[in-house]
């Protein structure tokens, strides 16, 4: 069993545990591990922040934000704590022109 498995299984689990419902459990696991590559990609980052390009960081950054908010936001709804605010009031809820 690699890592994202063996962690997804876990937050399945305790998930499970907690909320009594494994369906939802299972989905949250998912959405908290799919980005798994983006979080890999984004410590380089922290990690090599002399050594990586301009264009390796916004690539990295970019390739984050298309792909982990909406699991994020997914993952948040089905642990029962409502659906994303745009708290720094940014228009995060308002289509790009």
Do not use: C
């Not at 907690?18 to 696991?29: G, H, K, L, R, T």
């Not at 798994?36 to 390739?63: F, K, M, P, W």
Request: aromatic residues 6%; proline residues 2%; without cysteine.
């Amino acid at each position: 069993m690699d890592s994202t498995e063996k962690v997804r299984a876990r937050i399945a689990e305790a998930f499970t545990r907690s909320m009594d419902q494994s369906s939802v459990a299972s989905e949250i696991a998912f959405h908290m591990t799919d980005w798994d590559h983006n979080i890999d990609d984004l410590l380089r980052i922290y990690n090599e922040t002399d050594s990586a390009t301009d264009d390796e960081i916004v690539q990295i950054v970019l390739g984050f934000l298309a792909h982990v908010p909406n699991h994020l936001a997914a993952a948040k709804k089905l642990a029962g704590l409502g659906p994303i605010e745009d708290v720094f009031e940014v228009g995060v809820l308002v289509e790009d022109e």
